[in-house]
């Protein structure tokens, strides 16, 4: 078997670990699982694969390739939480066996299996491949793009990059024009910067001419047939406001400062961000020394793969943590190089020192956690998942201080990552056996949907009230679900209260439990029928409104 297939097989086995269990645990979170599984359905509902829908209504904000994965699996497996998580689960499983195939084929298969094992256990890539989203699915693509065109550059085959082009076309049915454009912010400073060092030819025009028809030819018959069924109005709101102006605006109050993405990277490549910085600090010595021509192509990859994207996305006004997930490729990258180094180096201080620090990060992020608790009124909550998180932490901190311990000597060196690997796999289980099946008692929304569901008449009105969990109770329920406006409401599809609940024999309104004495009834008859945490389900029936 040859040593990168080796090492892709150990990637997905390691992607696998992180993803795969308890992965059908638990309803969908609210807002985006349930929001984008909804859209998963009403393909099936609605039988339309070019134009999405939500909540029966055209819905132009992402482009349908994870939808119709979704709903394939949908239709295979039933409409629930395994079949809508199962594509990011497996996006993610690929992810970790490409990152050690591509990897190994150019600096060997330490370096490979280490970099896939990191991308595989850090937070963020676990997180990400377990939600209902489709950003698994742009990074896969990204990556892909990334790795063929590098591929291209180096060896001056069209082949590889017309390969690249197909993945960023996928990308884009999967997130819109971000992806060949990060794609491109990668590959294009990283050849400038190549090209300094050792000539590094472009594509032939051939070349460009085939990766473009086939970049064309996977992008276009969906968006001639979005305009066909949907109108120019369709594709001009999902590339132009939705796309574009996510970068130039803030769109559904998503924005955050400058330096948001900082604890996104520290937390979100946990436990491996503590090794972060050593790594990039050899990186730049390294590329300042001789040395083998194709780590250093590798190092100037992952150096610019990791800067460009984090800088592009520091300055867009939309900030969401997953943004930035697209570029933890190239941060296992240069920690795989990092580690493969090391055996090769008597200078292991500072090595020995960031494996350390990962028990000083937990005791901080331990603080954080409680004043954020504290300060979002959740404190009740947190001794519910205090085992799990307790559990979690202790295996993280044996884990390092171990992979200390074996960095410190010399005949034990090359097993020093594996013990962190595999610290961060039972802690992720830990997170997943312990905390998991507990989050939906914090859930208010499913539980009255299911009571929705089994004493609904057909012709009864769902509606929702001042609260959030408006995409769950669709998603738990049934098409449409009425929203009632609130004075500061800015949602285009919600109604006034005496139109709904006076618009149906009986109306099943979700709203908050303190609204029973203040809401009018228009005359109707009006009791509680349910409660869950601070939501309660109200039933309106009995006479006519006056």
């Not at 904000?61 to 594509?87: C, D, E, N």
């Not at 992979?403 to 034990?412: K, P």
């Not at 039972?426 to 859930?443: E, H, M, S, T």
Request: charged content about 15%.
């Amino acid at each position: 078997m040859e040593k990168p297939v080796r090492a892709a097989l150990i990637g997905a086995l390691a992607a696998a670990l992180a993803t795969l269990p308890g992965l059908p645990v638990g309803t969908l979170w609210d807002n985006s699982e349930t929001a984008y599984g909804e859209v998963a359905r009403e393909i099936l509902l609605s039988h339309d694969w070019v134009v999405m829908h939500l909540n029966g209504a055209p819905w132009f904000i992402q482009p349908p390739l994870y939808f119709w994965i979704a709903a394939l699996f949908a239709k295979a497996f039933g409409v629930g939480t395994l079949a809508l998580r199962l594509p990011s689960a497996l996006a993610t499983i690929a992810m970790g066996a490409m990152t050690g195939y591509a990897v190994t084929r150019q600096a060997g298969t330490r370096a490979g299996v280490i970099a896939s094992l990191v991308l595989s256990t850090c937070l963020m890539q676990a997180i990400v491949g377990r939600l209902a989203i489709m950003d698994a699915l742009l990074d896969l693509a990204v990556a892909l793009t990334i790795f063929w065109w590098f591929r291209a550059l180096q060896t001056g085959r069209s082949s590889y990059f017309a390969f690249g082009c197909i993945a960023a076309a996928f990308g884009f049915l999967a997130k819109g024009p971000v992806a060949p454009v990060i794609c491109a912010l990668v590959i294009v400073p990283y050849w400038l910067w190549n090209l300094r060092h050792e000539p590094t030819p472009m594509p032939s025009l051939r070349g460009w001419l085939i990766g473009g028809a086939a970049f064309v030819l996977v992008v276009a018959p969906w968006l001639l047939a979005l305009s066909a069924h949907g109108g120019p109005h369709g594709v001009m709101e999902l590339i132009g406001h939705y796309t574009i102006g996510r970068y130039t605006g803030v769109i559904e109050n998503q924005s955050g400062p400058l330096w948001y993405y900082v604890p996104v990277v520290l937390l979100g490549f946990f436990p491996w961000s503590a090794f972060l910085p050593m790594s990039i600090v050899y990186a730049f010595t390294a590329l300042r020394g001789t040395g083998d021509p194709t780590t250093f192509r590798l190092l100037r990859l992952g150096v610019v793969w990791a800067v460009v994207p984090f800088v592009f996305f520091t300055f867009a006004r939309t900030k969401l943590p997953n943004y930035i997930a697209l570029e933890f490729p190239a941060f296992a990258l240069l920690v795989g190089l990092y580690f493969d180094a090391l055996a090769k180096s008597a200078r292991r201080r500072g090595a020995i020192l960031s494996a350390l620090a990962v028990p000083v990060t937990i005791v901080f992020v331990a603080i954080a956690v409680q004043l954020f608790s504290r300060d979002n009124h959740v404190a009740a909550a947190l001794p519910t998942f205090l085992p799990a998180l307790i559990a979690a932490g202790l295996v993280l901190a044996i884990g390092s201080v171990v992979c200390a311990v074996l960095l410190a000597r010399r005949d034990t060196l090359d097993y020093a990552p594996y013990p962190l690997a595999i610290a961060a796999f039972l802690a992720l289980d830990a997170l997943i056996v312990l905390g998991l099946p507990q989050a939906d008692n914090f859930k208010p929304v499913p539980p009255l949907a299911a009571t929705i569901q089994s004493e609904r008449h057909a012709s009864d009105t769902v509606a929702i009230e001042g609260m959030p969990g408006g995409n769950a109770l669709l998603f738990y329920t049934m098409p449409p679900v009425d929203v009632i406006a609130q004075p500061d409401d800015r949602e285009r599809s919600a109604r006034d209260a005496r139109s709904i609940i006076c618009g149906a024999q009986r109306v099943w309104l979700v709203a908050s439990r303190d609204r029973e004495h203040t809401d009018p009834t228009f005359g109707r008859n009006r009791r509680i029928v349910q409660t869950s945490g601070k939501a309660a389900l109200y039933l309106y029936d009995g006479p006519a409104c006056r």
